[in-house]
């Protein structure tokens, strides 16, 4: 089955902005809560966003809080991140994943996973 496929990633100055996309062509999101996930060098992954099913349930890690922005459109079957003044920490491989949950924040209970987008943020 297809699988998650993120986009958006790149290379931006401190204090820019990215937009990840995360789309599935297999699944209808909606079925689903989402969530982004990151990963840096030498780190394990953590979690960074969670979105519910109807995207009224949010959470945020405190690292981007005020910072970052989780959104989904199920009209386009697509989960979004908009990340905003970003520094050199938040540089990793962000990956968007999906649970069967209505609304989860614990990464174990996310099943299916992308391949991740390389997100270098430099100073």
């Known amino acids: 089955q297809v699988q998650l496929v993120e986009s958006g990633g790149g290379l931006v100055q401190a204090g820019g902005s990215l937009r990840l996309s995360c789309a599935d062509a297999?699944?209808?999101?909606?079925?689903?809560?989402m969530g982004w996930f990151r990963q840096a060098p030498g780190k394990e992954r953590e979690i960074v966003a969670s979105?519910?099913?109807?995207?009224?349930?949010?959470y945020y890690a405190d690292a981007v809080k005020g910072r970052f922005t989780i959104s989904r459109d199920n009209a386009k079957n697509t989960l979004f991140i908009q990340m905003d003044s970003l520094r050199p920490a938040h540089t990793a491989v962000y990956s968007c994943?999906?649970?069967?949950?209505?609304?989860?924040?614990?990464?174990?209970?996310?099943?299916?996973w992308g391949q991740g987008t390389q997100v270098t943020v430099s100073s």
């Open positions: 994943a999906l649970s069967c949950l209505y609304y989860t924040t614990n990464a174990r209970q996310y099943a299916v």
């Open positions: 297999g699944r209808i999101l909606s079925n689903y809560a």
């Open positions: 979105i519910g099913r109807n995207g009224g349930d949010t």
